[in-house]
């Protein structure tokens, strides 16, 4: 059972545009919304997060859109450059008890800024 | 250290073999995890230390697969009987107890069962 679903699964976006990629989620206990960014050969890096109480967090050329009542929530990264080419993945993560707050991941998405 | 350190970053083996990844996390962060990532594939949830406390071993896929920490620091990754669906690339992170969602991940150790 797939908790967040991330799409799309790949994009290529020319230098200056914008990349939207989308994430769904079922569980209402998700209590927190992390973007990681991952180079080939490097773990993942947090980018950007929002609680679920505010509907736009911005950072740089980056801002995350949450919609509570659908339960999406979508990245966005504005005047996009060759640098911002990797995989980025949504996540979501519930508290289990102790300091466990563990992050479930969306699949994935390979953007590809051409120059 | 600087960062989360895992070792091998690469590491082939025979079907059948046994294998062991280590993770040596940050100085001071009490709480680590263990995910791992196939292909095509988000990260998938292993095991969870944090301190002296039981660990949370809900994400094991089989019972192939354990996980120790010493001395509330270093935690090695078992895979016996490794069979080629265990490829993957095996993450670990680590956190400080009073951070909710500071996770910072290691590089990895890429698993190939041949």
């Given amino acids: 059972q797939q908790q967040v679903k991330q799409s799309p699964q790949s994009l290529i976006v020319q230098k200056g545009g914008i990349s939207i990629i989308n994430c769904a989620y079922e569980n209402t206990a998700f209590d927190y919304f992390p973007w990681y960014q991952q180079f080939p050969g490097k773990g993942p890096a947090l980018l950007i997060a929002i609680r679920p109480d505010v509907s736009e967090k911005k950072e740089g050329r980056f801002t995350i859109s949450f919609n509570k009542s659908a339960k999406q929530f979508s990245l966005h990264i504005m005047d996009s450059q060759p640098g911002d080419s990797a995989t980025y993945f949504c996540a979501a993560s519930t508290y289990s008890g102790g300091s466990n707050y563990k992050l479930t991941f969306g699949k994935g998405t390979l953007l590809t800024v051409n120059p | ?114």
Avoid: M
Avoid at chain 2, 1 to 28: F, H
Avoid at chain 2, 54 to 77: C, I, N, Q
């Fill in chain 2, 1 to 114: 250290g600087a960062g989360v350190s895992q070792s091998p970053s690469n590491k082939v083996t025979e079907k059948g073999k046994d294998v062991e990844l280590r993770c040596d996390p940050i100085s001071g962060h009490t709480a680590l995890y263990w995910y791992r990532q196939s292909l095509g594939q988000g990260l998938e949830f292993l095991i969870y230390f944090q301190g002296n406390s039981a660990p949370d071993k809900s994400g094991l896929p089989s019972d192939r697969f354990s996980a120790e920490r010493t001395g509330g620091s270093v935690s090695t990754l078992t895979i016996q009987r490794t069979q080629q669906e265990d490829s993957a690339v095996y993450l670990c992170a680590s956190k400080p107890r009073d951070s909710k969602y500071g996770y910072t991940f290691g590089s990895g150790t890429r698993l190939t069962v041949v």
